[in-house]
């Protein structure tokens, strides 16, 4: 690879970093405007439940307080370009009242982006919920 497509490559990595970034942020402080930008029209949303939300839906229980996250914790650990598609996998944690119930999310999920029209968009999530630990003997 040149030293120009690496650093292309290292830039697309930065924006898409920044997308999850706002993506979580918006998740947390229910901005309905900031997530419906990010989210394709197409997107597919599946939860750690295996219930799956189109963009309207998940956009709605956001706006509607369904989904009402609480400051989200999420570590980044790989990001993998092929063209105009981005896969993140991450880790993602935070206390949330979904339907009006406490719960704790503690998922490692796969974010799809994809570049439509010259501009980023979550295209299609899967989390997977990750174990308890189970308390030593």
């Keep these: 690879m040149s030293t120009t ?19 979580y942020a918006a998740m947390s402080a229910a901005d309905v405007p900031e997530l419906a930008e990010l989210l394709s029209e197409d997107l597919l ?10 963009k ?26 092929l ?5 993140v996998v991450g880790e993602f944690r935070c ?3 979904i339907n009006g119930a406490p ?14 029209t010259g501009d980023w968009r979550l295209a299609a999530y899967q989390p997977t919920a990750v174990p308890p630990v189970a308390a030593p003997r």
Excluded: C
């Design 45 to 54: 949303y599946t939860h750690s439940n295996a219930s799956r939300d189109t």
């Design 103 to 116: 719960k704790t999310i503690h998922n490692v999920g796969l974010a799809v982006w994809t570049r439509h």
């Design 56 to 81: 309207a839906e998940y956009v709605g229980m956001v706006a509607d307080g369904t989904f009402d996250y609480g400051p989200i914790a999420y570590t980044e650990q790989e990001v993998v370009v």
């Design 5 to 23: 497509s690496d650093q292309r490559q290292i830039q697309l990595v930065t924006a898409i970093r920044g997308l999850e970034r706002r993506r």
């Design 95 to 97: 206390d949330a009242v």
């Design 83 to 87: 063209g105009d598609t981005v896969l």
